[in-house]
């Protein structure tokens, strides 16, 4: 049986999340003698200056004998967070602060949302 066959047997159902520069592959995986186990892999992509781009992978296995553990751990945690912080998203709040359009001032010069200085085309 050839290797690409046996990635083939092996792999039973996936799902695919992607998350802006994420992406998370959850994967129901065969084991030798039959039984069932969960791969989660994050996949985030990095761009270089040229436009050429790599991905780094991060796995994890996850098998039957710990799922129960690993489900009440990750609820907790996503629970603590919701409580301590809420839904809101925070990092994208602080996006929108940055994405606001400069609004001219009393003399017709644009203000720049944010530290920037504000500058006409007079002084320049």
Excluded: C, W
């Amino acid at each position: 049986m050839s290797e690409k066959d046996l990635v083939d047997q092996e792999e039973i159902h996936s799902k695919v999340l992607r998350a802006g520069r994420r992406t998370y592959f959850f994967d129901v995986r065969s084991t030798k003698a039959g039984d069932y186990y969960l791969t989660i892999t994050e996949s985030k992509k990095f761009t270089h200056d040229d436009g050429s781009y790599h991905y780094k992978k991060h796995k994890i296995y996850l098998y039957k004998e710990d799922f129960e553990a690993f489900r009440e751990n990750v609820e907790e945690m996503m629970d603590f967070i919701i409580d301590e912080k809420g839904t809101e998203v925070i990092s994208e709040r602080h996006q929108k602060d940055f994405k606001k359009e400069d609004t001219p001032s009393e003399n017709g010069e644009a203000k720049s949302a944010g530290s920037f200085t504000d500058l006409s085309f007079d002084d320049i």
